[in-house]
């Protein structure tokens, strides 16, 4: 039971430059989730999913789009990323409802873009 | 919409003393969840301790428990017997439990430093 991954770790991009951010579940939880981390401002919510085929967006999605074709993938795509995307980017997911609700957190993925 | 504050930017402890950190969080809904993480310096963001609000009991996880005033709207955690690992950062997260809204909102962070 490996919980959440992120892929890659570290990455550097120019400006304009488009990537994808990987992230990948095996604990069959229907909630998935992006946060970037900022200094001085937690976490924001980019985007959300609730199952395959399902996605929403959070509180900063501008800039970046997510696709969810199975319960265990949820890979964010910067489609021309900006200094301002800079962060560090942690991927979650939980169960939807019930107790045992917390969300578990992939290692992060820290951005520079130059 | 919901909202959750950290007012401590930053708090220290000494080694073996107990320190509370603050948390107060905004919203017009009856049933949800309250969750503490701690993210140490690795970056891994680990639940410290959860609590649903529809229980008046304060959930406790060894050192850690939590001061849960609903009226208020006040979910503080307490760590007692402070150890130099507990020094992190730590976020405080609401999460509804109404049909169809399932965002986690977190606070703005605490960090904690734990002083030998």
């Known amino acids: 039971n490996a919980g959440v991954t992120q892929t890659p770790k570290f990455q550097v991009l120019k400006t304009g430059q488009s990537m994808t951010l990987q992230c990948a579940q095996d604990?069959?939880?229907?909630?998935m989730s992006w946060y970037r981390q900022d200094p001085g401002m937690g976490l924001r919510l980019i985007h959300y999913?609730?199952?395959?085929?399902?996605?929403d967006q959070g509180e900063v999605p501008n800039g970046y789009n997510v696709s969810r074709s199975t319960t265990e993938d949820f890979p964010l795509r910067l489609l021309s990323a900006a200094p301002s995307q800079t962060s560090v980017y942690f991927c979650?997911?939980?169960?939807?409802?019930?107790?045992?609700?917390?969300?578990?957190f992939g290692p992060g993925t820290r951005l520079t873009v130059l | 919409a919901q909202t959750v504050t950290q007012s401590q930017p930053e708090m220290s402890v000494q080694e073996a003393e107990t320190v509370t950190l603050s948390c107060t969080y905004d919203t017009s809904e009856s049933d949800y969840y309250l969750f503490w993480y701690k993210q140490p310096p690795s970056r891994q963001m680990i639940l410290v301790i959860r609590q649903e609000a529809y229980k008046q009991q304060n959930a406790t996880e060894n050192r850690f428990s939590v001061n849960f005033q609903k009226a208020a709207k006040s979910f503080s955690l307490k760590i007692s017997d402070s150890q130099l690992g507990d020094a992190a950062m730590y976020f405080c997260?609401?999460?509804?439990?109404?049909?169809?809204?399932?965002?986690?909102?977190f606070g703005t962070g605490t960090r904690l430093k734990v002083l030998a």
């Open positions: 999913s609730v199952g395959a085929g399902i996605t």
């Open positions: 997260a609401y999460r509804s439990e109404r049909s169809g809204t399932y965002k986690y909102i």
């Open positions: 604990m069959n939880h229907e909630y």
């Open positions: 979650a997911s939980s169960l939807l409802a019930g107790h045992y609700n917390e969300q578990f």
